[in-house]
């Protein structure tokens, strides 16, 4: 069971690795002039988001709801997330790439292609659904519903059993 001490330690964790991520999501660009600046904030960058995934994850096994083999049902409430957060960490990839390709040899030249603009709006409209999604998901894990036995829960198994 998810005790509070811990809930706050690892709230606290992903809020400081979504910080990380708004950071960079907000100040790369002042950076251009060093790709090799830029290449490491944004590796930091993809590994923070495959790490706040597995952290989900994590959360998500440890429940009771878990436990008793209700997977469905927590993909059922916390699939926005999930897939929010692959499209944010293909997207993120694919700018981060797009954009060191272009600036690599010329990190002195500004340089926005059509696409590489395009990529780069939709990159930061779907990273606010992501932090949204995501701290919204962190804070409904600490529901005590879903680490404890409850008539809620013995509901859903009647409705599975079905």
């Given at each position: ?10 709230l ?13 999501n ?116 600490g ?20």
């Amino acid at each position: 069971m998810l005790q509070t001490r811990n809930y706050c330690l690892v709230l606290l964790i992903q809020m400081t690795l979504l910080a990380y991520d708004l950071f960079v999501n907000s100040f790369s660009e002042l950076l251009r002039g060093a790709p090799v600046n830029q290449l490491v904030l944004f590796i930091i960058q993809d590994i923070v988001i495959l790490f706040n995934v597995i952290i989900i994850l994590l959360m998500m096994f440890n429940t009771y709801v878990f436990q008793v083999g209700l997977v469905s049902l927590l993909l059922k409430r916390f699939r926005a997330v999930l897939i929010v957060s692959a499209l944010y960490l293909t997207l993120s990839i694919s700018l981060h790439c797009w954009v060191l390709n272009l600036r690599w040899i010329e990190s002195d030249v500004f340089i926005w292609t059509d696409g590489l603009q395009a990529l780069f709006v939709f990159q930061r409209t779907v990273a606010v659904f992501y932090y949204y999604f995501y701290k919204r998901t962190s804070e409904l894990m600490g529901d005590p519903r879903l680490y404890q036995d409850s008539r809620w829960l013995r509901d859903a198994f009647a409705r599975a059993r079905q």
